[in-house]
């Protein structure tokens, strides 16, 4: 399995972004797919998930109402579309995949992973 993320930049506080993660090598249904970031000197942590028919999402609170993800089982995609971007939110972001059909918000729980994109937010 494969994961390349994409669409990470440099915006301005409020601004918005999209990234966006193809997975390849193996059926992209039978993955519940996350979102993670990290900042130097800390740990990963999770930051929106999506399970594989794309029913339930789950967010971390810091994101919750200003991050959406989305899937695209078609197209093999996963999505984050990130609004009202805040400095704090300035990371290295990272996409994953879990093959179950319990969701995780730990890194830990998940068995394939992107190269990450780097997000960062200007105050």
């Known amino acids: 399995v494969q994961l390349q993320a994409s669409g990470g930049g440099y915006v301005q506080a409020g601004g918005f972004l999209r990234l966006s993660c193809v997975l390849s090598g193996r059926p992209f249904g039978r993955y519940i797919m996350g979102w993670f970031r990290q900042v130097p000197g800390k740990e990963r942590e999770f930051v929106a998930g999506?399970?594989?028919?794309?029913?339930?999402?789950y967010y971390a609170d810091s994101v919750n109402g200003r991050f959406t993800v989305a899937r695209d089982n078609a197209k093999s995609m996963v999505y984050l579309q990130m609004n009202s971007l805040k400095p704090e939110d300035t990371a290295g972001y990272y996409c994953?995949?879990?093959?179950?059909?319990?969701?995780?918000?730990?890194?830990?729980?998940?068995?394939?992973w992107g190269q990450g994109t780097q997000v960062t937010v200007s105050s």
């Open positions: 999506i399970t594989q028919s794309g029913g339930n999402t």
């Open positions: 994953a995949a879990r093959l179950s059909v319990r969701f995780s918000v730990s890194p830990e729980g998940y068995n394939h």
